[in-house]
């Protein structure tokens, strides 16, 4: 049996639901060796799509996650149109699907910094907990926060113009786009766009400042890593459609404008008896080399450009601050998560006065095929939809490698990194919690849904001692509520 | 509809994980109701996959807020409940509590959020695909009978008698108290009967 086919069991007790667990394991010496983070957990989504008929499939994808239900639809929408033997849409189309594409990400990245990000670095690692929350940001800094709401809800108004609704809705379907913009819709969204750029650009500069005048932050779960994302025809940063590029840490390029339609030649993933989480990583390299980064933090790197100015500025900084090389600083995810929110700034402001973005032009048939990949680059990373159907048109087969999964090893590595520094003897203490939630935020993983519904969202920590045995364990509820359990 | 309508039903929870589609199932039914006709003239549904921040922009200019949601632990078939400003303590942004949400809602306006309430259904099974179980969608069937009633009191006056047991003492006790959040007067007379 190949190793991608082996079947591996998954302990009952590794199982999370709606909660997050960090099991820190120590060597004979109490240094931290291996961190297992249980953050999120995604299975049953190939079950979920199979046996559904493909046309169904850009709607019902939408329900495998709250925070970017867009993505999903993007990427299942590039895979269906293989599907029906469509190369290339309209530009009317091909226009509205990257609008979408740049409002879903505006609001996901305003999201992550305005709410979950800028806590840690408006405040600190170590400040009172209630501060290190949107209200806390709120009550320091007004207008900030007050700023971020509004660029999401905008980001919640581009998706709701294309789509219908805001959640959900119906925009693309196999070979192209369900409608266009009127014009009225058009200027209502370009009415508020001057503000949306400078409020973006506001929240680039702070990131940029914060993370300079903080050289504590630079080390703080850092990363030597390959990065892999999308690229445009000429290294520019493409978030739609492009070819894959990956580097190595030292710069070099593995490969590059690499067709993602043969993902499964260049990226396998491998099954961990702890998780049911997969770790993915370059087939070239290996398993213990191979592994990578996705993300705002890879795009920024791996693009030699980005197409509009002022983003292009804010990343020619971002160079600069590591001489040209690459910032593998994990904590500058979020500098970098900021530079794209401008560019998703700027390029709606460009498309919504493209007159294509009103075209009646929507859509382009072909001929059926068995089988549909469509990559896309969602605001956590790179996003794998992969299809294959039957004569009836029914998906028999599917394979989704989310940008989260993608950021495994990377999440655990910066955990441990940031556990073995920090960990004070054989004690799991709340500054330790609190640094090791810093951590994991920067990556932005995706939880499954429906956490909600489940209670409230502790988050655990487990020290493991070299012989198997229960050291400590720490658990914060979502109230910020701190108990320990042995 | 207008974003102005003095009731906001505000049903929340993944529609393509079992019992989660509770929320968004009772507002759709709301809805299909208010479209019909006169049940419920003045109130405007809502559904999302979860809460997030740029929802208290959704509760601004209501005089009443009712979330609705899943609940694995809530007693059957649901319990009704006031709401309160919370602080969120959580370590991620994905899943914010509507008592969160009122309070960002105070911090972003300067003021109060509109009296809220949440409605908790209780739910048993959430995989990813699975269509909701019979014992949800019977617990959704007695819900909906309760917003019909909600509905149908426009001034609000009822509402906190129709309250689940538990919290029409904590209802008496912050009418006389409030601890700075303010009911509104027809609720207040209310729980003071």
Not at chain 1, 32 to 44: K, P, S, T, Y
Not at chain 1, 405 to 411: D, E, L, P, V, Y
Not at chain 2, 28 to 42: N, Q, S
């Amino acid at each position: 049996m190949s190793e991608q086919m082996r079947r591996v069991a998954i302990d009952p007790v590794t199982r999370v639901e709606g909660h997050g667990k960090i099991t820190l394991l120590q060597d004979a010496d109490n240094r931290v060796h291996e961190a297992r983070l249980h953050i999120v957990e995604f299975r049953g989504f190939e079950k979920f799509i199979q046996g559904r008929p493909y046309w169904e499939v850009p709607t019902f994808v939408q329900r495998l996650c709250g925070i970017c239900p867009v993505s999903h639809h993007l990427a299942a929408a590039k895979a269906v149109d293989q599907l029906v033997g469509v190369e290339e849409l309209t530009p009317s189309s091909l226009k509205l699907r990257q609008l979408l594409h740049f409002g879903q990400t505006l609001q996901s990245h305003a999201l992550h910094f305005f709410h979950l990000s800028s806590p840690d670095l408006l405040f600190g690692f170590g400040s009172d907990v209630a501060k290190r929350n949107i209200i806390g940001v709120i009550e320091a800094h007004p207008e900030t926060a007050v700023k971020g709401v509004k660029l999401r809800k905008y980001g919640q108004q581009v998706i709701a113009a294309i789509s219908g609704k805001r959640v959900h809705g119906s925009a693309a379907v196999p070979g192209g786009m369900n409608k266009s913009l009127t014009k009225e819709e058009r200027n209502v969204l370009l009415a508020d766009i001057k503000d949306i750029i400078a409020w973006s650009e506001e929240a680039v500069s702070l990131n940029e400042q914060i993370h300079m005048a903080h050289p504590e932050n630079h080390a703080f779960g850092k990363l030597n890593t390959n990065f892999l994302g999308m690229i445009g025809p000429k290294g520019e940063l493409e978030l739609y459609h492009g070819g894959l590029r990956a580097r190595a840490p030292d710069g070099s390029t593995l490969f590059d404008q690499f067709d993602y339609r043969g993902y499964q030649d260049i990226i396998r993933e491998e099954v961990r008896s702890w998780s049911y989480m997969k770790f993915p990583y370059l087939t070239s390299l290996g398993k213990e080399k191979g592994w990578y980064r996705v993300g705002p933090l890879a795009r920024v790197n791996n693009c030699d450009s980005i197409s509009t100015p002022l983003a292009e500025a804010a990343r020619k900084r971002f160079k600069a601050f590591a001489h040209g090389s690459f910032v593998q600083d994990t904590l500058a995810y979020h500098w970098a998560r900021m530079i794209e929110m401008l560019y998703c700034a700027e390029a709606i402001e460009l498309l919504l006065n493209d007159e294509d973005i009103s075209g009646s032009d929507l859509v382009v048939t072909g001929e059926k095929r068995s089988e549909g990949i469509g990559v896309i680059e969602a605001p956590r990373g790179t996003l794998f939809h992969h299809y294959k159907i039957d004569e009836e048109g029914m998906i028999k087969k599917a394979n989704l490698i989310v940008s989260t999964t993608s950021n495994n090893q990377a999440m655990n590595e910066s955990v441990r990194s940031v556990a073995d520094q920090y960990i004070d003897g054989n004690e799991i203490t709340e500054g330790l919690l609190n640094h090791l939630e810093v951590a994991v935020r920067a990556y932005d993983p995706c939880l499954s849904c429906a956490t909600h519904a489940l209670g409230k969202m502790p988050l655990q920590v487990e020290l493991i001692d070299a012989n198997g045995g229960l050291v400590d364990r720490l658990t914060k509820g979502s109230n910020g509520n701190i108990e320990r359990s042995l | 509809m207008s974003s102005t309508k003095p009731v906001l039903i505000f049903g929340y929870g993944n529609p393509g994980r079992g019992d989660d589609a509770l929320g968004p199932e009772l507002a759709a039914a709301i809805e299909a109701e208010a479209f019909a006709g006169v049940e419920c003239p003045l109130v405007e549904t809502q559904t999302d996959m979860q809460l997030q921040a740029e929802h208290v922009m959704d509760l601004a200019g209501r005089e009443r807020v009712l979330f609705v949601d899943a609940d694995m632990s809530c007693a059957e078939p649901y319990t009704f409940e006031i709401l309160e400003p919370e602080k969120d303590g959580s370590y991620t942004s994905h899943a914010m509590t509507p008592g969160a949400l009122l309070h960002a809602y105070r911090r972003v306006y300067g003021s109060e959020a509109p009296p809220s309430y949440v409605l908790r259904i209780r739910g048993y099974n959430f995989e990813l695909g699975d269509p909701m179980g019979d014992q949800a969608c019977l617990n959704l069937a007695a819900a909906i009978e309760l917003v019909r009633k909600l509905c149908a009191d426009v001034s609000g006056k009822d509402w906190n008698r129709l309250l689940s047991s538990t919290d029409k003492a904590q209802s008496h006790c912050q009418s006389r108290a409030c601890g700075g959040y303010t009911l509104p007067t027809s609720i207040e007379k209310t729980s003071q009967d």
